[in-house]
């Protein structure tokens, strides 16, 4: 990597993958809830957010199978959970610049 790269060129793919995962804004309220609440099941999360299950299911499982999210089985339920420690950076970094880019409310 030189000093001006922001991607390796041997990691474009990986991080193209992964922007495209958090360019979904259900996928984002999943995150913003496992964030808050630590690990949850499908029907947790349904509940907090008010998606249908097929979708929550869906998009839970393609964050899980890129890593993202950690999945544990206990008895009957799934828990997920946030996996990669670099996410809420992420989040913090683009969130902070947007605060400061909005115009102040009167």
């Known amino acids: 990597m030189t000093d001006h790269e ?3 060129q041997e990691h474009i793919e990986q991080a193209a993958r992964r922007f495209k995962l958090l360019s979904e804004p259900v ?3 999943l995150l913003n809830q496992l964030q808050h609440q630590g690990e949850m099941t499908v029907t947790d999360l349904v509940n907090a957010t008010g998606h249908q299950q097929a979708n929550v299911s869906k998009h839970l499982g393609l964050m899980a199978r890129e890593g993202l999210l950690t999945r544990r ?3 009957l339920y799934v828990y997920y959970g946030i996996a ?3 996410l809420s950076a992420i989040c913090m970094l683009v969130c902070g610049r947007l605060r ?3 115009p102040p409310s009167s």
């Open 6 to 8: 922001l991607v390796p």
């Open 27 to 29: 996928r984002l309220e």
């Open 73 to 75: 089985k206990e008895g």
């Open 84 to 86: 990669d420690p670099t």
């Open 100 to 102: 400061e880019e909005s």
